[in-house]
């Protein structure tokens, strides 16, 4: 159980183009959604938090006009990369949780900008 | 802001030997710990999770203790073997439960064969 998955799990786009990354609880409902960029040989940081049906809350020094999170609904949230730059190629990983309990993983996507 | 530090950067041991990795973070106030496992372009793992009443957990041969008091957590790895060579994360949850995690650096662990 307590499966998340995320898809693409590799893109590659060109500078000034959006992608979108989805990420999805297969086996439960996600109140909470988590998204997180690692960038090569660094830990996760994280960048948005996003509840089901409300806007996401956004970390610090993270612009929520180019980093478009969307979760509507308990096993879907969204995360649009746009007007992407080489400087966003990066490694983003969304966890998803049922509350004050353990957040549950996604295998990642590996975003490379040209 | 919370930081969390893992101690070493990068460890190397013969296989078969027991090894701990050190992780510290600067505020107590954490509701839960949690230890991964991440192998080279890929997403994580969950190890062991410590709630923050909780002492220690263990799993197989892993063993996760907290001293939430002094910030610090450790992870034991007995009898190492060359398939847990990857790198392992430690990450804490702020109390109340409802933030994302933090994240430490990382011990990227290679075990010779």
């Known amino acids: 159980g307590a499966v998340v998955s995320q898809h693409p799990s590799w893109v590659i786009c060109k500078s000034g183009t959006s992608v979108k990354i989805e990420c999805r609880s297969l086996?439960?409902?996600?109140?909470?959604m988590f998204w997180y960029r690692q960038f090569p040989k660094q830990s996760l940081m994280l960048m948005a938090t996003?509840?089901?049906?409300?806007?996401?809350?956004?970390e610090q020094g993270v612009e929520k006009d180019k980093f478009l999170i969307n979760h509507a609904s308990l096993t879907l949230s969204t995360l649009t990369v746009t007007s992407a730059h080489p400087e966003d190629s990066s490694f983003y990983i969304c966890s998803a949780g049922t509350g004050k309990y353990e957040q549950y993983f996604g295998p990642g996507t590996r975003l490379t900008v040209t | 802001k919370q930081e969390v530090t893992q101690i070493p950067a990068a460890l190397s041991v013969p296989e078969g030997e027991n090894l701990v990795l050190n992780c510290s973070f600067t505020d107590s106030a954490i509701y839960n710990l949690q230890w991964f496992r991440q192998d080279p372009g890929k997403g994580l793992t969950s190890l062991l999770l410590i709630q923050s009443s909780q002492r220690e957990q263990t799993s197989g041969r892993l063993n996760a203790s907290l001293d939430k008091s002094s910030g610090r957590s450790t992870l034991y790895i007995a009898a190492s073997q060359p398939g847990d060579s990857a790198t392992y994360l430690c990450a804490v949850r702020a109390w109340g439960g409802a933030d994302g995690l933090t994240f430490g650096k990382g011990t990227h662990l290679i075990i010779q064969p």
């Open positions: 996003s509840n089901e049906g409300s806007k996401a809350t956004y």
């Open positions: 086996d439960f409902q996600a109140t909470t």
